[in-house]
């Protein structure tokens, strides 16, 4: 099993408070993670879009969704899995509930095109990504704890084991959307600084 390999993002800028890499503009950000991360706790510190936004990121033409408009806010991703035609999002029973668990298909996700004329959308600069990824253990702690308010439903029956599996796949689409040409950082958490993605690296 493998995780992100990070260095620290030395140039960094304040937006609101919260230390962001000194390229990125308000407008940019998609936030995204596993359930429990700190997405919707971060959009709110910043003044970002209040409501959650989904994209498949195997469906065609995503980057044009109504949805990304509206930045910067919170974003759930739908996947695609082996043995699925439709993409799933890593809360769905289908995808938590499976034994053994689901593989990525990583060549079913779709990349926006490169910019090739004068007036064509440069779709590579339109987002930056941020990922929130924290260590498995301590956002396991923090599920346990949400799960005994009972505020959240995908809480229910969490175990250690099923929140590593979310944060691996969450790392397995930063890294490869990151090797794909679009703009891509993490952070562990919505009190850490911004990290760049330099490789894999084993648990």
């Known amino acids: 099993m493998f995780f992100l390999k990070t260095e620290p993002i030395t140039e960094l800028k ?26 919707s706790t971060l959009v709110r510190m910043i003044s970002g879009w209040s409501e959650e936004g989904y994209v498949d990121l195997a469906a065609n033409k995503w980057w044009t969704a109504q949805c990304l408009s509206l930045r910067p806010r919170e974003i759930h991703l739908g996947l695609p899995f082996e043995g699925f035609k439709q993409s799933l999002a890593i809360f769905e029973a289908e995808w938590t509930e499976a034994d053994p668990p689901l593989r990525l298909e990583l060549d079913r996700i779709r990349i926006p095109p490169v910019k090739r004329h004068f007036w064509s959308v440069d779709w590579h600069k ?24 009972g505020t959240h439903p995908v809480d229910k029956g969490i175990t250690e084991e099923l929140v590593r599996r979310q944060v691996l796949t969450y790392s397995t689409i930063a890294h490869h959307l990151q090797q794909s040409g679009l703009n891509v950082y993490v952070r562990e958490g919505t009190d850490q600084p911004p990290m760049r993605i330099i490789g894999l690296e084993n648990d």
Do not use: H
């Open 14 to 39: 304040l937006i609101k408070e919260v230390p962001f890499p000194a390229n990125v503009t308000f407008r940019q950000l998609l936030i995204s993670g596993p359930p429990g991360a700190g997405k």
């Open 126 to 149: 339109r987002y930056v990504f941020e990922f929130i990824l924290p260590p498995v253990d301590t956002l396991y702690r923090q599920r346990m704890e949400r799960g005994k308010r």
